[in-house]
């Protein structure tokens, strides 16, 4: 009769040198081989260095055994493939929209879960039956047709076959566990029903529940219980450490290890074991500064890869019709050929203003382009990775590469480019094993769409990893909890023990929830919150068996008030000695520091609380004396340049841009620095703000009303026009299409209906003010667009020079209007606006008119389009024009004055002298201080304006 044993081990026995050798003298004994399972990589890996010549296993394995031995025709997929097939078999014939996708998931999920807990469709719970015809749907068309086997489903079917076929297997050995899944379990009563002897080795752990009714479970299957040897309870010293951030507590951590090894402690005798996963790229980048080696090795994920991120962009852009549609690819296209930083934006910058590329460039974009083309929605899985494999031959890429090498290119190019061909390889190689399988199984008709094709590829890649160097053979040890017990050393350091972290919360797969397992018939291992929970307990209670000094370190955050927690199992470690708080002040504060940066970062630390360093680094010294600059806004030209600054004339715009804000104009004046290029995604309002001008201009002129009184529009003119006005509008903005190529129709058509309602809006406004006002009949329009100069003497010796335009002015026989056309909304303080120069315009308008004219303006006003009718806070009247049944209509909200005479309004605003300091600041000074601060300006990425900055330059006009 067969022995099944259940064997109560020291954890430091699991897979031990002498235990392996043991079981390999009496595997030669034997006729098949022993199977030694094993519960994760690190393990297999350990033990194969241990003991060569042996059977190294998982319960995958044992599964891929049996449906091998019972010639079961299948293909292997993995989880993530299973959701795509899930996915393709929700969306069918669509593209594979998101709802789809997150049903598709959902599903794939509640399957696996289903076949993880050792059941059939057939159990699903009452909660879950509506879904049961999609998920046999699934099992029918990709399990029992195709022949689909994902992990899961293999041990299902193994178990199926196992009857069939005895096995080839002499003993079966499972080590380093302590407990199994529903599944797992499945398996060993299968393993039992064939006679194949098993002994199962469970660690001694005290107190450790989940191991106890893992013994016990074992032997309700008919195992015999025996007990070997003991762990031994080190009764190690424990210490608690929080810090303020994840940083802090990995450089707390390893700067502790450094005094250690720096004492003659030895590396090889110290462990790092983090609790979350995502510790490990941070606890690489400090452990490489701290110069601390770890004994992994080094690896190079495929997907981060340029060749990966290439094909993501070729598979996933729909179209690439403009430029800014293929900038994403080219950008790759110039990194993958390992083009000079320099060269690179020579020629990007080139291919943004003309679309040109260099030929080698411009060849495989147009490939690229040629194969996303090329993939239809009805084509086979196998079709689709046959022309993947065409399209990576076509780019020629080696070619590229060994050209690149020839050149003698510096060492750091020289390993990625290496590194690029050899993810190349990989991929390539990858993809013909996968093609060769569908085929070699008959699935060659297998389809998916393309949304679906590219997350498959995606998943498949992100699997692959390129050897970059072997684990060095001293250093710190880097361990998980599932395998802790392969720890030799005497030092363990556990990061990340938050609460929430471990114990991890757990959570069923899909749509199960846990009050689904009650109906279920789970005779063992039932996954529960409970069952984990005892698990992570028996992991916690292990360390204690294998470390002398453990360290258990938690981030805590910044604010005492409100600390993150510890996990419940270091709780009382926390309140039995004093807390270790670990931060980048106390680290700061340190006399002495361990890496070069640390003192670098020192020193920046103690100059910004205004310590005096004596000793730091010199290019510090340089930023604090930046830093002061930036910090005062202070941004002056020298004096030698500002004589070839001066210029005889200025515009009025220009005055008030320069005083909106002197940096900004600086930048777009004097350095003429360029808004970013971006695509366009709405109309451009300078073009638009000119196409406005343009159409009423030349629509006055059409209609002959320049020069004429507002009483002797004929009705007719009145009635004919809107449609006069749309005539005109039409031929300009046939010139807004053209300028605006990178918007679609759709859009265009919309902005026109805006425009064209905008249009017909200001007409009936313009008739209701002007053309139909009896108040003001006799009144004119005197002229459009007209050009000014203005000669303002700003004290005896100087005079300045000003240019500008008259959008519109009316006139009669007392005095004017001045109007200024806007697409936009204008409001304005005319008091507050004037005496700071940001609306100068107006006034610099009106004395210009005064002067030519011999009057004095009524008012002046900007039309909004928006708004055409409003005469509020857009615009400045003398006061008895702003007021009820005003001529003008004008609103008592208008600006008032009691008189608009030019002199009265430069002296009552102190404009002369304002402007002649204008006129000269605008040569040198370009300080940050902003009276107008704009969120959305598109300098802000180079700017330090600060709120005390803006308070600073608009205290002075309060």
């Not at 079917?157 to 069939?164: Q, Y």
């Not at 190529?741 to 406004?765: M, N």
Request: hydrophobic share 35%; aromatic share 10%; with cysteine.
């Amino acid at each position: 009769m067969a022995d099944y044993k259940v064997v109560i081990s020291s954890l430091d026995d699991l897979a031990s040198a002498e235990r392996l050798r043991d079981f390999y003298k009496l595997q030669k004994k034997k006729k098949h081989p022993i199977y030694y399972l094993l519960p994760s990589v690190k393990w297999l890996n350990a033990a194969r260095k241990r003991q060569p010549q042996m059977a190294f296993k998982t319960f995958d394995d044992v599964a891929e055994l049996i449906l091998r031995k019972s010639n079961a025709s299948y293909l292997s997929v993995s989880e993530s493939e299973r959701m795509l097939f899930f996915q393709q078999l929700v969306s069918g014939d669509n593209k594979g929209e998101k709802e789809d996708l997150y049903k598709g998931k959902a599903y794939a999920q509640t399957y696996g879960q289903l076949k993880r807990l050792g059941l059939k469709i057939d159990d699903l719970p009452k909660s879950l039956l509506n879904i049961k015809p999609i998920l046999k749907e699934y099992e029918d068309k990709w399990v029992e047709d195709k022949g689909l086997l994902d992990p899961e489903n293999r041990i299902h079917k193994a178990v199926s076959l196992s009857e069939k076929e005895q096995l080839p297997i002499s003993h079966v050995v499972i080590d380093g566990y302590m407990d199994f899944s529903p599944l797992q379990y499945l398996l060993l009563r299968c393993l039992y029903s064939q006679g194949i002897p098993v002994t199962v080795f469970i660690p001694d752990v005290k107190d450790a529940k989940i191991i106890d009714e893992t013994i016990k479970n074992l032997m309700d299957i008919g195992f015999s219980k025996r007990d070997e040897a003991s762990s031994y309870y080190l009764n190690p010293k424990v210490s608690v450490k929080k810090a303020a951030s994840t940083e802090e507590e990995i450089r707390g951590v390893l700067a502790e290890i450094d005094a250690k090894v720096k004492s003659g402690a030895d590396i090889n005798y110290i462990g790092l074991l983090p609790a979350d996963d995502s510790y490990m790229p941070q606890i690489e980048r400090f452990c490489k500064e701290y110069n601390l080696p770890l004994k992994i090795t080094k690896k190079a994920s495929v997907s981060h890869s340029m060749l990966y991120k290439t094909l993501t962009l070729t598979l996933r852009q729909q179209s690439f019709a403009n430029k800014w549609e293929k900038v994403a690819l080219v950008d790759q296209l110039f990194q993958l050929l390992f083009y000079d930083n320099q060269k690179y934006w020579e020629l990007k910058k080139e291919f943004m203003s003309n679309g040109t590329l260099p030929e080698d460039v411009e060849e495989k974009f147009l490939r690229c382009v040629s194969f996303r083309q090329s993939l239809s929605s009805k084509v086979s899985l196998v079709e689709r990775i046959g022309a993947l494999l065409s399209f990576l031959d076509e780019l020629e890429l080696s070619k590229s590469w060994r050209e690149n090498l020839k050149c003698g290119v510096d060492t750091k190019k020289g390993q990625q480019i290496r590194l690029e061909w050899a993810v190349f390889d990989a991929l390539k190689g990858l993809l013909e094993d996968k093609k060769e399988s569908l085929e070699g199984q008959g699935l060659v008709d297998l389809t998916i769409n393309h949304n679906l094709f590219s997350e498959w590829l995606d998943e498949l890649i992100k699997s692959k990893s390129i050897y970059i160097q072997r684990r060095p053979a001293v250093g710190l040890s880097l361990h998980s909890f599932r395998d802790t017990a392969l720890f030799e050393g005497d030092t363990l350091y556990v990061l990340g023990m938050n609460e929430g972290t471990f114990p991890s919360l757990h959570k069923l797969g899909g749509y199960f929830q846990e009050s689904d397992l009650k109906e279920l018939p789970i005779p063992y291992g039932m996954p529960n919150s409970a069952t984990f929970r005892k698990k992570d307990a028996a992991l916690f209670l292990q360390l204690f068996y294998k470390a002398s000094n453990l360290t258990f370190s938690y981030v805590s955050g910044c604010d005492p008030e409100h600390e993150y927690l510890p996990s419940p199992f270091i709780e009382e470690y926390c309140s039995k000695q004093k807390d270790q708080y670990l931060s980048a002040e106390k680290r700061y504060n340190k006399k002495e520091v361990i890496t070069n940066l640390e003192a670098v970062e020192q020193s920046a630390y103690m100059m910004g609380v205004g310590k005096d360093v004596k000793k730091g680094a010199k290019h510090l010294y340089e930023h604090l004396g930046f830093i002061k600059r930036l910090e005062k806004g202070v941004e002056e030209v020298e004096q030698k340049w500002t004589q070839g600054l001066i210029k005889e004339e200025i515009p009025v715009t220009s005055l008030e841009r320069y005083v909106s804000c002197p940096f900004r104009y600086g930048l777009e004046t004097l350095l003429q620095v360029k808004e970013p290029d971006k695509k366009q995604d709405k109309l451009d309002p300078m073009q638009t703000g000119s196409m406005l001008h343009r159409v009423i201009e030349r629509f006055y002129k059409s209609i002959d009303a320049i020069g004429k009184p507002f009483g002797s529009l004929t009705e007719e003119v009145k009635l004919d026009g809107e449609g006069i006005l749309m005539d005109i509008f039409e031929q300009e903005w046939a010139k807004i299409v053209n300028a605006h190529y990178e918007l679609t129709d759709l859009d265009l058509e919309l902005e026109k209906e805006r425009w064209q309602k905008k249009l017909s809006k200001w007409w009936k406004a313009e008739l209701m003010m002007f053309w139909n006002n009896d108040k003001i009949k006799d009144m004119k329009l005197h002229s459009l667009e007209q050009p000014l100069t203005i000669h303002l003497e700003v004290d005896s010796e100087n005079t300045v020079v000003l240019t500008g335009k008259v959008d519109r002015l009316d006139i009669d026989d007392n005095g004017f209007v001045i109007y200024d056309y806007k697409s936009s909304t204008v409001r304005f303080n005319f008091e507050k606006d004037v005496a700071c120069g940001l609306k100068l315009q107006l006034p610099l308008y009106m004395l210009a008119i005064e002067e030519r004219l011999e009057k004095t303006a009524y008012g002046a006003a900007y039309i909004s389009l928006k708004e055409p009718h409003k005469r509020a806070t857009n615009s400045v009247w003398q006061s008895e024009h702003a007021q009820r049944g005003s001529k003008f209509k004008a609103s008592s909200a208008a600006n008032k004055e009691e008189c608009l005479n030019s002199d009265v309004l430069f002296d009552k605003y102190n404009l002369t002298a304002r402007i002649g300091e204008l006129f000269e600041k605008i040569r040198y000074d370009y300080s940050v201080t902003p009276l107008k601060c704009y969120g959305g300006c598109p300098y802000n990425i180079v700017c330090r304006v600060t709120d005390e900055l803006i308070e600073e330059a608009e205290g002075e006009w309060k």
